[in-house]
Every structure is written in structure tokens, then in C-alpha cells.
């Protein structure tokens, strides 16, 4: 199967299974398999929940079930390391940010003194930290229909004391996938800076995604501290990007060809997909490879990670869009701003972006169903907006009357399309134009005068440079990136979840896409800040 094949094959699935669910889910129905049916349907139903990514079956009649759970958890969340194939002795990590390193007598290059800043193996950072008292507390993540309260560990990120390569023997690639995102630079150059820390000198990187395994022309290429010093100085991918790819076995191929022992997969959901397919076919092949992936998606669409590298500034860089429509409707005649902003399947973008500028009327999300006609709809609410304060600025996401997310309407406001991209995605119509000449039919229909303005800024937020919050974040990713690989690990995600920096098995990140819950304290801020009202 090809990556993109497997990319389709992951939207797909990600159908199928959205639609058994109903029109406000928790997060926990995505992460933790509980439907939020009401307390009372709940008790008559508890014989048959099953939590989808673990396909576990829970009885929560049986009092064990909690240890069930937790058994299942532990399992489906514990790292995939080279010695599941390999029976390899750990040596002595070569790094340590000690100034005075001085070598040992046996020349392995490691400190006298054991530096004091390692992660244990043992360590954990805990997913969740609220008790919700009640399913129908806003925003409750529940397991069972009593809310009972369930630790969620995941594996700590960083250093660790032992290390299962040499670093001199090493041969690290680095690969950018996808589309462009702010950030990109700065994860690859901090990759460099920790490789060469740890003391490789071997590091490529691959050209114009995973294209650059087996398009004829294009060469790796070679990466130092010198090389990429300044990268993160500019937007892009300093090693190209590019969407889709051959098949996994010959991209392998490719990688076994090269000698390469470290593959540094940078990309959103697809792109992971596409690195555990490259993990799966190299232990399928006893290849001694580790594949670690670094979540990149301005959408913030990647299961279980507080967010992904890009997002910050792609909000940031919204508000200059949303800026300029509030000032050209503010300042014309029954003035209308109207901004799409990014968010194919989930409205973190749009609706962090309203939240911060305050300055949103109306803001449409893929997560919430809405009409725009009839007396309820989105186009009378501008009439009265336009009637009571005289202009009006609307921000929508890309996918927004697109797809219902989690439950399955009698029609879409759009007509869907088959097609899809090199990446498997579905080429969405376009919401934002769409609603360009709703808005102008519509006002001219009744007679009333509207000055639209509309504003679609999406390649120039992809475009940018990280601002100072993301290039943080890339900075922690990239390096812990590094060091999950010299500790063994393959097939893992380096990601933030609740705030601790941790590694995630890719099977688990990609079950399905993030999504806003509508049940959620933050989207109900952003209403209170819109006061919009229910669309229906």
C-alpha cells in the first residue's frame, strides 16, 4: 500500500467510526471510547460500551473493570523499542551538558562524573488532571456513567542515562512532509544541534518529503550545526515538502540502501501514518531503524497533544486578517468582514482566533451544525446584526458546512466530492467563497444594502516564520526527538500533553483526528465572546 493509499485508508476509517456517535461528544469518546449518553441511559447500557482505540469491551458492572481498563491503557500506550526484535546492551549516553567533559580511559567518550539531568524510564506525565463529579459537567471526560476517576499515564520525554547506538556509526535523515507550517525549520535545525550533541556526524536530510526517497534527481541532503544555523530565521521547509509518496517497501528500500539508522518524520496525521507503515515494514524486515515522528499541523488536529507546532502562530497570524475585515466593515456602510481561515475537519484556528481578537461576530466551526437560511439562520443574525450595530465580522474555518463531524445530517451545505489530494485528504469545496455570495444574494434579495469584504489569509499563516511560543515548542520537540531514538524507541510521536513533554506510540495518535468539543469550556467562551446564537 502506498502512503497516500494509507492516508485515504485513515480517513475512511476515521468515517466510520465518527458517525456512530452524536452531535456533542467529549474528547474522552475520541480518546477514551466513552459515548455520552445521559446518566439514566447510561446505567441501562453499561454492558455495552467498547473503547474504540483499544477495541476493549468494558462491563461496568464487573468491579474490576477499572483494572481492566487500565491494563488495556497501559498496553496500547507502551513504547515500541528495537529490542522487541533485538537483544541489544544499552551503553553509557554520550550526552551531557556538563562543561568538562573529559573522556574516560576506555575512550567511551562518556562523562566521569554522570551528569544529573536524565529522565528516568519509569517516569510518567499524567494525561489528565480534572475529577469531573458528573457526566454532564461541561466538557466531562467519563470512562464510566459515575465519572469515576481514572489515571491516564503516558511515557515522560527526554535523555535518558543509556543509549542503544553509536553515535559515531549513526546515520540520522531528517524528512519534512505535508504541507508547509510554521516551525519547520527550527525542529529541523534543533534535530541537527541534538544529533551532534550526542555526537553523530552523519545526518542528511531528505528532499521535498518522502518524494525524496525514490524521485530520481533528488539527492540527500547533508546537515551540520554550520548548515542549518540560520534556517529557522525564515518560513518554509529549508529541505522542501511534498505530499503522498511510493510504497512503503520502496521507500524501506530506500532507507536500507542508505544505511540510514535514525528517520526524523515531520508531518501531521498522514505523514504519521506514513511513519508507522515505514516502523512496521522495518521490523517486519529486522532492521535495527528507529522512525520517530514530531506532530506538525497548524490545524492543532492531532489526538491527545495540548498542540501542535504552527498553531500558535497561525492564530497570531489570523489576527492581521481578522483585523483588517473588522476595519473595512467597520468603516463602510453597513459594513460585512467575512475571514476562512484554516481548519479542514476541526475549528481550533478559527475559533482561538476569535477568542483572542474579539472582535468575531459569528464564528463557524466543522464541529457545530448550523443553517444559513430560514429564521434561525446565520444570514438573518446578520440582518439584525447590521440593524443594531451597523457592520458585522464573521470568521469561518475551511470545512465548516462541510461534514458534520459527529452526526450525520439529512444534507450538507455543500455539494461533496470524491476527490482527494496526494495526502488522501478530501479536496473540500470552498466554504469561504460560498458564503461570499450567499451573503451578497441574500441582502440583495431583501434590499438592503451590505458592503462585503472577504479575506482568506491561508498561505501567507502557513507561510511565516514561528513566532517566539512555537519556536519553543519546535526547539523541545525536535530535541526530544533525538533523544527518544538514542533510547530505542521507534513507531513513537514526540508531543506536549497536559503540559509535560512526552512520547506517544503513533498507532494511538492516529486513530483519529482532534476535534473541538461543543460540549467544552473554550467553545463556550468563544460564544460568550461572539454572542452568537444557536444556528438552527
Known sequence: MTLSGMAVAFKASTSSVT?????????????????????????????????????????????????????????????????????????????????NRIPLGDGDGSSTDMWNGYVNKNDRALLKVIKYASPTSAGAECIDPDCSWVEH????????????????????????????C????????????????YGVKNIVGIP?????????????MPLSRDVVENINLSGGSFLGVSRGGAKTS????????????????IGGNGSHAGANAIHEECRKRKLKVSVVAVPKTIDNDILFMDK?????????????????????????????????????????????????????????IPEVSFTLDGEHGVLRHLEHLLNTKGFCVVCVAEGAGQKCIFVLLAQDLLQKSNATDASGNVILSDFGVHMQQKIKKHFKDIGVPADLKYIDPTYMVRACRANASDAILCTVLGQNAVHGAFA????????????????????????????????????????TSTGQPDFH
Request: glycine share 8%; hydrophobic share 35%; proline share 4%.
Open 308 to 364: 501542535t507546532f504552527g498553531f500558535d502562530t497561525a492564530v497570531e497570524e489570523a489576527q492581521r486578517a481578522i483585523n483588517s475585515a473588522y476595519i473595512e466593515a467597520r468603516s463602510a456602510y453597513h459594513g460585512i468582514g467575512l475571514v476562512k481561515l484554516m481548519g479542514r475537519s476541526s475549528g481550533f484556528i478559527a475559533m482561538h482566533a476569535s477568542l483572542s481578537s474579539g472582535q468575531i461576530d459569528v464564528c463557524l
Open 250 to 265: 520502496e521507500i524501506v528500500d530506500s532507507i536500507q540502501a542508505r544505511r540510514i539508522d535514525m528517520l526524523f518524520v
Open 208 to 220: 521535498f518529503g518522502y518524494r525524496g526517497f525514490f524521485e530520481k534527481g533528488l539527492k540527500e
Open 488 to 527: 530505542g524507541f521507534s513507531g513513537i510521536t514526540s508531543g506536549v500533553c497536559n503540559t509535560h513533554y512526552v512520547y506517544l506510540p503513533i498507532t494511538e495518535v492516529i486513530t483519529t483526528p482532534k476535534h473541538v468539543n461543543p460540549n467544552s469550556r473554550m467553545w463556550h467562551r468563544c460564544l
Open 182 to 197: 510554521p516551525g519547520l525549520n527550527d525542529v529541523i535545525r534543533q534535530i541537527v544541534f541534538t544529533l551532534e550533541t
Open 19 to 99: 458517525q456512530q456517535h452524536w452531535s456533542s461528544p467529549t474528547k474522552d469518546q475520541c480518546q477514551y471510547g466513552f459515548t455520552h449518553l445521559s446518566r439514566q441511559k447510561c446505567r441501562k447500557r453499561a454492558l455495552c460500551v467498547t473503547a474504540i482505540s483499544g477495541k476493549l469491551d468494558l462491563d461496568f458492572t464487573d468491579p474490576s473493570w477499572n483494572q481492566k481498563y487500565q491494563e488495556d491503557w497501559n498496553r496500547r500506550f507502551s513504547l515500541p523499542h528495537i529490542n522487541d526484535i533485538y537483544d541489544l546492551e544499552p551503553r553509557r549516553t554520550t550526552f551531557s551538558l556538563k562543561k
Open 153 to 180: 499515564w503516558v511515557h515522560r520525554a527526554g535523555p535518558r542515562k543509556e543509549i542503544y547506538y553509536e553515535p559515531e556509526e549513526v546515520k540520522a535523515a531528517i524528512v519534512t512532509c505535508g504541507g508547509l
